[in-house]
């Protein structure tokens, strides 16, 4: 219906066009299965014919719920976070719900109020907000009665459950199992310090290195990137010392790997080096870097979980991380030398 008064279609005017009722129409849009499978044939195509959008504040009316979840995260750019969306809408789709995106301002005064705010205007059911990022408004926040709230991210939250991988720990378990193969020390590219998960895995790989009396050098700072990786590999085939290397992600790793070699070094003969995600699992050909293996999966479908049983008014102990480990995936990048 295009043109200056164009307006949506009514429920009577697909009844109209398929020669129903509007309770017909209504029961179709609803899912009901009380309507034969050609009748509901001949409302679709009209509704498709049509543009009818089913009203969603009466679908809540009449069933308590939108059927769809929001999800809130400052980009959609990383693995990480591509691979959360991911899960998030496959389990929304199996569980019938719709998903709703929307994309955080990090330079938004209250970012995280200011993010539900804006779903309390649109018709979903729960929120799960996704924070790789420090946020200023995070110590006190709290989520309105009406809206169920679940936040993936570090640390636990006084009024909302949360979830996320064992950043720290994976980051701990890397570099203790390179120090397991007679590493003197490790060093380490980190990720940016805006993310919480690199300052996380800086922490992990620095605490791992002083609990066993080793020297801790110092950061190579990266940017998730491979290009970073890259740069950083060449600068540390020139560093003697420098046998393994732990990577915060596996992007900086594998660009790390190539700078190695481009700088007339071999991986892992000479310098062994781990990375975090088992990102490149499926594009890279004949992958040989071993990685730390986060299970963003599960973490989606733990979420999605969370905000379904919030929404029931069963929602999840409050002030409580729910963790996720990681996992040690062992290729061919690192090198015993005890």
């Not at 599960?298 to 999605?304: G, H, K, N, V």
Request: charge should be negative.
């Amino acid at each position: 219906m295009a043109g200056k008064h164009a307006r949506w279609a009514s429920m009577q005017d697909v009844a109209k066009e398929a020669g129903v009722s509007p309770q017909t129409v209504s029961r179709v849009s609803n899912g009901s299965e009380a309507v034969k499978p050609d009748t509901r044939d001949r409302v679709q195509q009209a509704m498709q014919k049509l543009g009818y959008r089913p009203n969603f504040a009466g679908r809540a009316l009449k069933h308590g719920r939108f059927k769809n979840v929001g999800v809130a995260m400052f980009n959609m750019n990383t693995y990480g976070n591509m691979s959360l969306l991911q899960g998030i809408t496959d389990c929304a789709v199996s569980h019938g719900y719709a998903t709703t995106v929307l994309t955080m301002d990090p330079h938004e005064g209250h970012p995280l109020q200011h993010a539900v705010e804006q779903m309390k205007n649109l018709p979903v059911d729960g929120v799960i907000l996704v924070l790789e990022q420090r946020v200023s408004d995070f110590a006190g926040f709290i989520p309105p009665k009406d809206l169920p709230v679940i936040l993936i991210t570090e640390g636990p939250a006084d009024h909302c459950p949360t979830i996320d991988d064992d950043q720290y720990g994976c980051a701990s378990t890397a570099t203790d199992y390179l120090l397991s193969k007679g590493h003197k020390t490790v060093y380490h590219i980190a990720g940016p310090q805006h993310s919480q998960a690199a300052v996380s895995r800086q922490r992990g790989w620095k605490d791992a290195l002083l609990q066993q009396g080793k020297s801790v050098p110092d950061v190579i700072q990266g940017d998730w990137n491979a290009d970073s990786g890259f740069e950083a590999g060449r600068r540390l085939a020139q560093d003697p010392q420098c046998t393994a290397i732990f990577a915060s992600n596996d992007q900086m790793a594998y660009g790390a790997m190539q700078g190695i070699i481009s700088a007339g070094k071999r991986v892992p003969e000479d310098i062994s080096i781990v990375g975090v995600d088992d990102s490149l699992r499926g594009l890279v050909p004949n992958l040989t870097l071993s990685t730390m293996r986060l299970h963003f999966s599960e973490i989606a479908t733990t979420a999605f979980s969370m905000v379904l049983q919030a929404c029931e008014g069963n929602s999840p102990e409050v002030g409580v991380k729910k963790v996720i480990a990681a996992e040690l995936v062992e290729r061919a990048s690192v090198r015993d030398v005890n």
